[in-house]
């Protein structure tokens, strides 16, 4: 940012082809269209500037704040983007810290989560994993003192918040009730019921539901598990090398272990964790990956922040701190910030 004299707005990496409507123009990157949302929330007034509307505008949540923090004024909305994800960033990770502490584990492990790149590297990008994955976070630190109500609230303000957080939400929702959390159901519901409201408006508005695999040029899910890797391989044998020695020991193999540890621990358990189901569904996740996310460093560092948050809460929870020593070494990843 000091090279553009301390502007905010560069942290969006604006393009001109959604900015100016310049169909040769630079694309720019995702959180432009944060703060485009911010600066103009109306959505026939900013449908033109997002590249899937329906997409970018269901992550209603941060650019709304923003814009009610600097009160609707547009030199300050930058600003309040990068203060919101710099408090949330410190907040998830402080509410982590504690919430691992009163399982019994040193809070230092909260930095796996801390500084991991892939909410790191939002922060100074105006997105908004930082904000989505305090609030789940925070459900879960509540869901442990067993406050269902503002858990359930929690969890579903992280819906407009990110979609990804659904994969949470399922948690919540399909874990076997323990004894204080027997009306949970009920509050998450509510929650999702109104996210599924938000996203038939987005229909109705924008002619297609948020929900989907990515922005413009994005592919589908994939049908066989990790193909979205094994597909880059149509850049060239190197190529395919080089993610291939990255990404198997980074996301892949951690991803297998998570579906295979927590699917062993419902079989043990004879139930089913909540903890257990993030980590399960978070890692299935990354197995139908699409490969326009794979083939994107950042894109798959981003998507994996359910996968990290999950290892890290079952983790603690069914006591592998093998499983937490070995996570630190994803903070290696930090170098993807030096390209």
């Not at 019921?193 to 987005?202: D, E, H, K, S, V």
Request: aromatic share 14%.
């Amino acid at each position: 940012m000091a090279p553009s004299g301390f502007d905010p707005t560069t942290l969006a990496e604006v393009g001109g082809r959604y900015a100016e409507l310049e169909p040769d123009a630079e694309p720019g990157y995702d959180g432009q269209f944060t703060l485009f949302i911010a600066l103009e929330p109306d959505p026939q007034q900013v449908a033109a500037h997002l590249d899937v509307p329906a997409y970018r505008y269901q992550r209603i949540l941060l650019p709304i704040t923003a814009r009610l923090l600097a009160f609707a004024q547009p030199g300050l909305i930058p600003w309040t983007l990068l203060l919101i994800n710099l408090a949330a960033l410190f907040a998830g990770t402080r509410l982590l810290a504690g919430l691992i502490a009163g399982r019994g584990y040193a809070p230092a492990y909260a930095l796996i989560y801390g500084l991991w790149v892939g909410v790191i590297a939002p922060v100074g990008l105006d997105l908004h994993e930082p904000l989505a994955y305090a609030l789940v976070i925070l459900s879960f630190v509540l869901a442990d003192r067993r406050q269902a109500g503002p858990a359930a609230l929690a969890i579903s303000l992280a819906l407009f918040a990110k979609e990804t957080t659904l994969l949470f939400w399922l948690a919540l929702l399909a874990a076997e009730p323990s004894r204080g959390w027997t009306r949970s159901r009920t509050w998450l519901a509510c929650g999702g019921a109104i996210f599924m409201l938000w996203q038939g408006w987005l229909w109705v508005t924008f002619g297609s539901p948020g929900l989907g695999s990515g922005g413009d040029m994005a592919t589908g899910f994939e049908l066989i598990p990790y193909m979205g890797l094994w597909k880059i391989g149509a850049y060239g044998w190197r190529v395919l090398l080089l993610f291939a020695l990255i990404l198997i020991p980074t996301i892949v193999l951690p991803s297998l272990w998570g579906v295979i540890a927590s699917i062993r621990t419902f079989l043990r358990q004879r139930s089913f964790h909540r903890d257990a189901l993030a980590l399960s569904i978070n890692s299935l996740m990354i197995a139908f990956t699409p490969y326009s996310t794979f083939r994107e460093p950042l894109g798959i560092v981003r998507l994996a922040d359910g996968m990290v948050l999950g290892l890290i809460l079952y983790s603690t929870q069914f006591h592998n701190k093998r499983a937490l020593n070995f996570a630190y070494f994803w903070i290696a990843f930090l170098f993807l910030l030096i390209q």
